[in-house]
């Protein structure tokens, strides 16, 4: 494990400050970005870059998502302490850290079995214990159903049927769909059978993959 050095703080520090200044404002999500050390989420050869706000990869096609973008869509789900959160596509671990440490009961799916198998040890190693499963995405959790928040970390076509069933009434799906460029979209269920549906502006996200897992 690196260290988390006075620098690495400090460069934590004027990474909040530079999502605060685009728009992020919920104070929980910018203490859990300021104190989780993002640097131990990638490779040795991104460490001097890990406070920028960029996405980098991780392995497997995959990538660390830009912090903003992880605030954003933290902010947007206006996580509540005890929440339970369905997060589809752990990847690297980072958003599950954020949500577990605003006091989220999280559980993360993640279809490749290598990046799977690397976050769980990796995140038992830092102290945070999200529930963490191998799996397709599209399917969600119907044993653990259901969620007061879902949030999927991969762009999707469609939104998956499977996961607006799997949400409370009163809960949220945020979701971003699209193919090259994705809209940020968030489904929040008012009954049995209906949703209201919000736009949240344009982003960039690796493909959600379904049915092929390994």
């Known amino acids: 494990m690196p260290s988390d050095t006075f620098k690495h703080k400090g460069l934590r520090k004027k990474l909040v400050d530079k999502i605060q200044l685009k728009g992020i404002t919920d104070k929980q999500v910018l203490e859990a970005i300021g104190k989780i050390p ?73 279809r490749h079995k290598s990046l799977y198998t690397k976050t769980k040890q990796f995140l038992v190693e830092l102290n945070y214990f999200p529930r963490l499963f191998f799996g397709d995405g599209y399917k969600g959790l119907p044993t653990y159903a259901p969620f007061d928040k879902i949030i999927v970390t991969a762009g999707a076509p469609t939104v998956p049927e499977d996961l607006l069933s799997q949400l409370k009434i009163g809960g949220m799906l945020l979701i971003p769909l699209g193919e090259n460029v994705q809209t940020m979209t968030s489904y929040t269920r008012t009954s049995e059978k209906d949703y209201t549906v919000a736009t949240h502006g344009e982003f960039r996200f690796v493909p959600m993959l379904g049915d092929r897992i390994g």
């Open 38 to 110: 993002r640097h131990f989420f990638l490779d040795a050869a991104f460490e001097e870059f890990a406070y920028q706000d960029k996405p980098f990869p991780i392995g497997a096609g995959q990538t660390i998502s830009q912090p903003f973008t992880v605030a954003f869509q933290t902010q947007l789900l206006n996580i509540k302490k005890g929440d339970k959160v369905l997060e589809i596509g752990t990847g690297s671990g980072y958003q599950a850290c954020v949500l577990v440490e605003m006091g989220a009961k999280v559980f993360s799916i993640e």
